[in-house]
């Protein structure tokens, strides 16, 4: 089986707040076009350093991120960002990974946007029972 890769728009999700406060424009909304990499293995969001430069997020903190080779390395944390996939889309916070590299979707996003990777025809799909909103459990 292959991976599966989608497409993504991100934005910086504090230009968006602005935008919709009518304080910038929609035009200058800081976004960024690109296929990413669904990876089921991984928990987060990770965005290459070089996008979160140019859509101009703030680094928040530092983790440990554990690789599936079981390295460890120091990342840095970044946001708010704003991620679509498809139609559907959610804020959150990101990995900062090496620039140039592949973004990675991981397991928050997929969680809070109610999607399945279907790996045979590689793709997300929407969970059963949820075509047009996500649907979270709340307890």
Do not use: H, W
């Amino acid at each position: 089986m292959g991976e599966i890769k989608v497409k993504i728009i991100l934005e910086n999700a504090v230009d968006r707040y602005l935008c919709s406060e009518k304080k910038i424009m929609e035009y200058e909304i800081r976004k960024y076009q690109t296929e990413a990499i669904v990876d089921t293995g991984a928990v987060m969001l990770m965005v290459p350093q070089d996008v979160v430069e140019e859509i101009g997020l703030q680094i928040q903190r530092t983790v440990i991120v554990t690789y599936a080779d079981e390295r460890k390395d120091e990342r840095k944390i970044a946001g708010p960002v704003l991620i679509r996939i498809g139609k559907r889309f959610m804020n959150t916070d990101c990995v900062v990974g090496p620039p140039e590299s592949e973004a990675l979707i991981g397991q928050v996003v997929l969680e809070e946007l109610d999607l399945i990777a279907d790996c045979q025809n590689q793709t997300l799909i929407n969970r059963p029972g949820s075509p047009i909103y996500p649907s979270l459990k709340m307890k």
